[in-house]
């Protein structure tokens, strides 16, 4: 029998070559760290975006007209600083009204005790009268003595209350007055402005709007998502190395997890944590994306 050559075979050589290559660049792709993935090694990469730690909408307590406001976006604050101070046309009267009102419960408290004084004098004679001479008065009329006396009594109490009353109100009104006045809660740096002299701002935020935002500066939240697979073994403390996107000179910054949710979000699978970050040189602004490895030990990322 007569050997014939197959011509096909420096074809399948070639096609087997190229098979080996495609097979050992998968195979190298596959070592590559993607974010989420867990080795035994590095632990876990996460995309992360950076929150301020305290950002706050300032509203007005009480309603009124914007007299002044004394910032603007960029400017830098410290707790305490007046940002605006409203304009309460209705709020003087009310005042004086009730400083008035104090002044007619003291004259009334001082009527009350000089009464009350009066009635008791009448009251000690009447009964010193009616002991020695019986005849000279009837019982009835000490008794009702006694009784004027007791109401005299009484009506003091009720006058010195009313002198509380009248101060409390004043105090009330005085304390919104001081809420026309906007103060900074903490120190940071005015991010928004929603109004301008001479707007109508309305109490509370209900209905009202916010004069302005403040943002905390002085430090910052990196915020991730661990997935399911990884949630258990991160919590706060856990080690972590951090680079941000936006600052290409800057290195690595090694930070630990300060704190976890503790529960996965129903729509990710996911757990919130959050890494806090010195931020003095601010340099690092809301909004700017990050990696983040989270170093797990070899066992925990075996476990994964």
């Known amino acids: ?57 300032l509203y007005a307590k009480v309603s009124g007209y914007i007299e002044e406001i004394t910032v603007d976006i960029g400017d830098e604050v410290h707790a305490g600083d007046a940002i605006s101070r409203l304009t309460i046309p209705e709020m003087g009267p009310e005042l004086l009204r009730a400083k008035t009102a104090i002044a007619e419960a003291r004259a ?80 940071g740096v005015i991010t928004k402005r929603y109004l301008d002299t001479g707007s109508l701002v309305v109490a509370g935020t209900g209905g009202g709007k916010p004069l302005v935002e403040i943002m905390r500066k002085d430090k910052v939240r990196l915020v991730v998502y661990v997935p399911e697979a990884a949630a258990s073994s991160v919590k706060p403390g856990t080690p972590a190395s951090v680079t941000i996107d936006a600052l290409k000179g800057l290195d690595a910054m090694d930070a630990s997890v300060t704190r976890c949710s503790g529960s996965l979000m129903p729509d990710t699978r996911s757990m919130r944590a959050e890494i806090e970050l010195s931020n003095s040189s601010d340099t690092l602004k809301p909004g700017m994306f990050a990696k983040v490895r989270l170093k797990l030990t070899a066992k925990e990322a075996a476990s994964e």
């Open 108 to 187: 009334q408290y001082e009527k009350a005790r000089a009464d009350a004084s009066l009635t008791g004098v009448t009251y000690t004679r009447y009964s010193d009268l009616y002991a020695k001479e019986p005849g000279a008065i009837t019982k009835q009329e000490v008794d009702v003595a006694k009784a004027e006396q007791s109401v005299a009594t009484a009506q003091v109490s009720v006058a010195n209350a009313s002198i509380a009353s009248a101060e409390a109100e004043v105090a009330r009104l005085e304390a919104l007055m001081d809420y026309a006045i906007i103060k900074a809660p903490f120190d």
């Open 1 to 57: 029998m007569k050997w014939i050559p197959f011509r096909g075979i420096g074809r399948l050589r070639t096609i087997g070559l190229l098979a080996t290559a495609l097979a050992s660049i998968s195979a190298a792709q596959g070592t590559e760290n993607s974010p989420g993935s867990i080795t035994a090694d590095s632990g876990i990469e996460l995309s992360g975006s950076i929150e301020a730690f305290e950002k706050a909408d």
